[in-house]
């Protein structure tokens, strides 16, 4: 490990940040938008249903698509900055 | 052309594709036979991935369970989905940069203990056997539904070709065959949706036109609810069970499919860390072309089910169809049972109501089956379906018997009782492993156990209550020790299978559930099925509290950790 356990724990801590960001919005809308909150976002209609609705079978699902990129790219500039990447 | 023979050719046309994939893949190390030699394009790994995570079931019967559920059954979509985002940013990369070829192997080397490496292999063959018995459940009913075949003439057949492509091949075969697979799945799912959606509300998109209005102007779905209200049931688009219910299982099904043991191996075949962040994410786009899809066939066909048999108001005597009057499609899926008309007041039409008074049985997997007819849509389309659900379970079916060798020939004769043989002498035990495998899963999905019912039960509970947690600790937690490992799975899947068993009988046996299958004795309303989620709670509890009391583990495996959490090292590709 470059620079001993220094690197590799700031390295961790900052994925860890990342993580931890990525799940409450990935919690947000699963277990938020799509079933929690689901009875107060009726209000805001999508084809004549509410907005929990299209989070449940829609939104939620390309949510996590969206994330997962972020989360794929941003570890690529994290690998990077603490030289920790391969090749 | 004839439908028979336009089925055959198209389905014979897919298995002359994955049997030349198998030719030409054949796999020469164990390298290759078990992580493709660790050379798999992430964007082509996550095509495998989705048709091997892409069952039978999702193929066949998820439209059918959303269409009956309706927004209750978003619990399986956002379930089904989201474990990915786990996978991606817990497991995948970190298990990739460890650089072996099992999940078993991995918490036998981290806990350095080899109980814990038996008692993660137990969990695998469990949760896996149950989860292929179901496919190889699927294979014969795609056979005898489509070409008329004894089921299990067709099981017979399944079993050859997955042999074929999974005993010469191993994970290389596997992979490029799934990849095939992938693309007829996908094809015969959305071809029947995007052409039904375009009838129905003149949006090509089926993930639009649900949103979309209906010919009279009516949003699609605020017309369902309508219809489905003045037929007595329950709005489509609200909840109908128990919200607690919902996130628990919601959260089971999301762990449990981050742990599947046959999921997670796939992402030891890219080449570097880095790919297995993103394949994870290409996973999940060809999974979700379906998944998104799926909910649109759910509500269509609901919608045309509804609208069919009711096309007028539901007060009125000739509002509810004749018999006499039904259309083709009605009576061709009439013939195989899924559908059933039973004229109880004797006034000759269908009433399709809910309560007492229902005349009409609808099995949920007509949704799909019966789509492309309902549709009015070629005969190749409907042999295109057949080739796909065939597609959906073969290509499980391989990827869970892979992990069922693997865990065979590399963890237990390899790496526990044999420890001595050569690379040849194990590529071989693995080839007669899975060969073994295809046969027991065979004889099993022709006699199918009583506990084949509980399947999802029970692999998503094993899954989730023991191998997600494991390994989630296993590189997050530098503190886990091997006690604190071994005592979190035991009470996880102890308190799983209890929950499950006490409410639908030890092993499944009908009459020997101590409490009964029944809402009112569920723990918080939480159902059988859902309990995965809690018994990974009590595994996190137990093996931490265990951990806190017992010795740290060794230093050199805490070095370890901090190893697999930097990408850097990684062990690139076999033989590229």
Redesign the interface.
């Known amino acids: 490990?470059?620079d001993g356990?220094k690197t590799?724990e700031a390295?961790?801590k900052a994925?860890l940040r990342l993580?931890t960001i990525?799940?409450i919005i990935?919690a947000i809308v699963?277990?938020g938008f799509?079933?929690?909150l689901?009875p107060a976002l009726d209000a805001i209609p999508?084809?004549?249903?509410?907005l929990g609705?299209?989070f449940?079978?829609?939104g939620?699902?390309?949510v996590?698509?969206v994330?997962?990129?972020y989360?794929?790219s941003q570890?690529?500039k994290l690998?990077r900055e603490f030289?920790?990447?391969?090749? | 052309m004839e439908l028979q023979t336009l089925t055959y050719i198209v389905v014979g046309a897919t298995f002359a594709l994955y049997f030349g994939i198998a030719i030409w893949a054949r796999a020469g190390s164990t390298g290759e036979f078990y992580a493709a030699g660790r050379g798999v394009h992430p964007v082509a790994n996550g095509m495998a991935t989705a048709a091997d995570w892409m069952s039978a079931a999702s193929f066949i019967s998820m439209a059918g369970l959303?269409a009956f559920m309706g927004?209750d059954a978003?619990l399986f979509?956002?379930g089904w989905?989201?474990g990915?985002?786990l996978l991606?940013?817990?497991l995948a990369?970190y298990l990739r940069k460890f650089g072996k070829f099992t999940v078993p192997e991995f918490i036998g080397d981290r806990f350095y203990s080899q109980t814990a490496r038996i008692v993660a292999v137990i969990c695998l063959i469990i949760a896996s056997i149950t989860y292929v018995i179901g496919q190889m459940k699927g294979i014969g009913v795609a056979f005898s539904r489509f070409l008329e075949m004894p089921f299990d003439q067709g099981l017979f057949i399944g079993m050859g070709i997955v042999f074929v492509y999974a005993v010469l091949g191993g994970m290389k075969g596997i992979t490029y065959t799934q990849i095939a697979q992938y693309c007829v799945l996908i094809c015969a799912y959305t071809v029947p949706a995007i052409f039904i959606s375009l009838h129905l509300t003149g949006v090509p998109l089926p993930?639009i036109g649900?949103?979309?209005?209906v010919q009279d102007g009516?949003?699609?779905?605020?017309k369902l609810d309508q219809t489905l209200v003045d037929l007595g049931f329950a709005q489509y688009?609200q909840?109908k069970g128990s919200?607690l219910n919902?996130?628990v299982y919601?959260?089971s099904l999301m762990i449990g499919t981050a742990g599947l043991p046959h999921v997670i191996i796939r992402f030891f075949t890219v080449p570097?860390?880095?790919d297995a962040?993103?394949s994870?994410?290409w996973a999940?786009?060809f999974i979700?072309i379906l998944?998104?899809t799926a909910?649109a066939v759910g509500s269509m066909a609901m919608f045309n089910l509804a609208n069919t048999v009711q096309p007028g108001p539901v007060t009125a005597v000739d509002g509810s169809l004749s018999y006499e009057a039904r259309p083709q499609w009605f009576k061709n899926w009439e013939k195989t049972g899924l559908l059933e008309f039973n004229d109880k007041n004797g006034d000759g039409r269908i009433q399709y109501r809910k309560g007492a008074d229902n005349e009409l049985r609808v099995d949920r997997d007509i949704m799909v089956l019966a789509n492309p007819e309902i549709a009015k849509l070629p005969n190749w389309v409907i042999a295109l379906v057949a080739a796909g659900g065939l597609a959906a379970a073969l290509s499980t079916a391989a990827g869970l018997l892979l992990a069922i060798s693997t865990a065979i020939s590399h963890d237990l004769l390899k790496g526990v009782f044999t420890p001595d043989i050569s690379e040849t002498q194990e590529l071989l035990a693995a080839r007669v492993a899975m060969a073994g495998s295809i046969g027991v899963a065979g004889y099993l999905g022709l006699h199918p156990p009583d506990f084949a019912a509980g399947t999802v039960a029970i692999a998503f509970g094993l899954a989730a209550s023991s191998i997600f947690p494991v390994l989630m600790m296993g590189i997050f937690n530098k503190r886990m020790n091997s006690q604190g490992a071994i005592a979190g799975m035991a009470a996880g899947i102890g308190i799983t299978m209890l929950y499950v068993f006490q409410h639908k009988g030890i092993f499944f046996v009908p009459g020997t559930s101590f409490l009964g299958d029944m809402g009112p004795n569920w723990f918080f309303g939480i159902s059988p099925n859902a309990f995965g989620g809690i018994g990974a709670l009590v595994n996190f509890a137990v093996a931490i509290m265990v951990a806190k009391v017992t010795a740290p583990p060794p230093e050199h495996i805490q070095h370890l950790v901090?190893?697999i959490?930097?990408?850097?090292?990684?062990t690139?590709a076999i033989d590229h």
């Open positions: 490990m470059p356990n590799g390295y961790w994925n993580v990525c799940l990935w699963s277990y799509g079933i929690i689901r999508v084809g004549g249903v509410g609705f299209w449940a079978q829609q939620s699902i390309y996590f698509l994330l997962i990129f989360y794929a570890m690529n690998d030289d920790v990447h391969e090749d | 959303i927004y978003s979509l956002m989905t989201g990915y985002v991606a940013m817990l990369p993930q649900m949103f979309s209005s009516t949003p699609l779905l605020v688009t909840l919200m919902m996130v919601t959260f570097k860390v880095r962040r993103a994870a994410g999940l786009v979700a998944y998104t909910p901090e190893d959490r930097i990408p850097k090292g990684a690139g």
